[in-house]
C-alpha cells in the first residue's frame, strides 16, 4: 500500500540554522501522487504547509521549499535559516485519490 | 479562521458504551474525512465521504460507523467503545475527492476508562 516516512524526531536546530527534514514515499496504485507538507504549531490545528502535484515542482511557503523528485520518490523539506517560531510538528503525506497518507511526522525544536 | 468545527472537545467515557462526535465544515467542500490519532501522534484515515457518499472505509473496526446528512457534516458513531479507542478523531474536509488539500478541525479527545 502507499505509505510515506519521514525524519524521525525530535530534530533541534538553533535559530537561524538551515534545516531538512527527509520524506520518502510509496505510492502502489498511483504513478504521481500529490506531495504535501503539514504543520501543527504548539497549540493550533493541523494546517497546510505546502503541496505540490507535478513531478519535478518544487512548492515554498513561509520560507520552508520542498521539491517532487519522482525519481529518487523523495520531498525533502528545508529552510535556508529557521526560526523559533518554526517550532512544530511537521507531516509529509501523499494524496491517492480521496486518501491522504501521512508519515509519522517530525517534531522540530527551535532553539533561540 | 476555523472552519471545520468539532464538537465535543474532550470525552472521557467507559468501555462498553456508545460515544458520537460531530463535525460541521463551512467551507462549502464536498468532501470530508475522519482521521484516527493515537497516543504516538500517528494519523490514519478511517472514512472519507464525497457528497453524503461513502468513498473510503479503511480497516476500521465495525463498532466505528460514519454518518452524513449533508455534505457539510460528517459524524462518527462508536457502539461500543474499546480501550484503544483512545486517541484524538480528526474530522477534514476538501473541495473534491482528488485535491486532498485538507482543512482540518481542531479534534476530539476520547479517553476510554
Known amino acids: 500500500g502507499d505509505s510515506v516516512t519521514q525524519t524521525e524526531g525530535p530534530v533541534t536546530v538553533s535559530e537561524s540554522e538551515s534545516l531538512i527534514i527527509n520524506c520518502t514515499y510509496s505510492?502502489?496504485?498511483?504513478?504521481?501522487?500529490?506531495l504535501f507538507w503539514y504543520v501543527r504549531y504548539p497549540g493550533e490545528g493541523l494546517q497546510l504547509l505546502l503541496k505540490v502535484i507535478t513531478a519535478g515542482q518544487k512548492g515554498s511557503s513561509r520560507g520552508f521549499e520542498a521539491t517532487y523528485n519522482k525519481e529518487t520518490t523523495s520531498f525533502h523539506l528545508q529552510k535556508a535559516s529557521v526560526q523559533e517560531s518554526d517550532s512544530a510538528v511537521y507531516y509529509c503525506?501523499?494524496?491517492?485519490?480521496?486518501?491522504?497518507?501521512f508519515g509519522d511526522g517530525t517534531q522540530l525544536v527551535v532553539k533561540p | 479562521e476555523t472552519a471545520v468545527f468539532q464538537t465535543p472537545n474532550y470525552h472521557v467515557t467507559q468501555v462498553g458504551n456508545e460515544v458520537s462526535f460531530n463535525c460541521k465544515q463551512t467551507l462549502g467542500h464536498d468532501t470530508m474525512y475522519w482521521y484516527k490519532q493515537d497516543s504516538k501522534k500517528l494519523l490514519k484515515i478511517m472514512f472519507s465521504?464525497?457528497?453524503?457518499?461513502?468513498?473510503v472505509n479503511e480497516t476500521v473496526p465495525r463498532r466505528f460507523s460514519p454518518q452524513s446528512s449533508d455534505k457539510a457534516h460528517l459524524n462518527l458513531r462508536i457502539k461500543s467503545v474499546e480501550p484503544e479507542d483512545s486517541a484524538v478523531y480528526l474530522c477534514?474536509?476538501?473541495?473534491?475527492?482528488?485535491?486532498?488539500?485538507?482543512?482540518f478541525g481542531a479534534g476530539t479527545r476520547l479517553s476510554v476508562l
Open positions: 477534514a474536509s476538501s473541495s473534491d475527492w482528488g485535491q486532498n488539500t485538507l482543512y
Open positions: 465521504y464525497n457528497n453524503k457518499q461513502l468513498i
Open positions: 503525506a501523499l494524496g491517492d485519490r480521496g486518501r491522504i497518507f
Open positions: 505510492a502502489t496504485s498511483i504513478a504521481y501522487p500529490n
